[in-house]
């Protein structure tokens, strides 16, 4: 089996409703990958494409720990995430206030 059907199988017996950084991860390829097969895949098959709609992104997550009062530091440890980038997301969030 070549990587492109591994992908397909294991997107399939997750009933297509795992996401494709998990779907990387358990076929041991790189997230761009795995996104241009499940994309290939749903548009061919008429799937539903796996999105993070429903999922709170890091920034927002950035965006209400700075609100709760945390300082940029901390949240960047916390979340695991790259100081400049925090402190780029509360920069603009300070300013859309």
Known sequence: MNKSQNI??????????????????????????????????????????????????????IRKLYDEGKAIGDIAKELNTNYTYCWAVVDKHRKNK
């Open 8 to 61: 397909r199988n294991i997107f399939k017996e997750n009933d297509y409703k795992i996401g494709i950084s998990e779907v990387a991860e358990k076929a041991e390829v790189r997230y761009q990958f795995a996104y241009q097969v499940i994309k290939r895949y749903c548009n061919k098959n008429d799937v539903e494409f796996p999105t993070n709609q429903n999922k709170e992104s890091k920034a927002d997550k």
